[in-house]
């Protein structure tokens, strides 16, 4: 019995494991086929994103195997920074299994002088998608009263570094760690960001240095 037990879990430890791709130092548009080549699964879908995006998209979410099947809709809208995830509002009412999820894009950066999707590399732009499916890996984990909790707790400071902090180490752990930090790196160094934008995101998230120990406490790297 002890022995059908070890050699069951080994076997569904190395099948959850086994199916995240290798994580890629740099993406390009042009490697994007590459990867999906090796990846043999053409089952990458999500709703509603323009098709200046769809690659990023679909390499950050080869990377989330266990939100396939989930119903993310990627929308453009004009919030205060470059991205953001959250359940779809009626998620007090649903099932946890039949939660839906809502990615959005920011469409104009105004006083707060952060960056558009459209204004980081493609390597970038797959590390930030990356990590707003890592939010919705926390949230998944989370009942509807814990995602209430989520909300409340993100206007302040302390919790939202927290909570920022988590979701880079999902992202990292699913092996997308290059890209959120070479996302990281172009917002501090970008000289179009304001100082204070850049202050705010050193506060709040993992500098660029931090996420490079993080990794490398990871084999996979
Ligand atoms: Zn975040």
Known sequence: MKYLLTLLFGFFFIQSWAILPDPIQIFYSDS??????????????????AESYQEQA???????????????EFVRKDIKTTMAARPAMDFIFRKKENRKYKIFIDTS?????????SDVPFNAQVGIIGHELAHVVD????????????????????????????????????GLGHQVMEFSSYVLNESNVSEKYKKYKRKIYYKPKQLNTLMSGYSIY
């Open 32 to 49: 994007f086929n590459i990867h999906r080549a090796q990846l043999h699964d053409n089952d990458y879908e999500h709703r509603a994103l």
């Open 109 to 117: 950066v105004k006083n707060e002088k952060g960056l558009l999707l």
């Open 139 to 174: 949230y998944e984990e989370k009942s509807a009263v814990g995602v209430v909790f989520t909300g409340i707790g993100y206007l302040f400071h302390p919790y939202r570094k927290k909570l920022e902090r988590k979701v880079d180490e999902i992202t990292i752990a699913h």
């Open 58 to 72: 679909q390499i950050a979410m080869s990377y989330y195997p266990e939100l396939k099947g989930i119903d993310i």
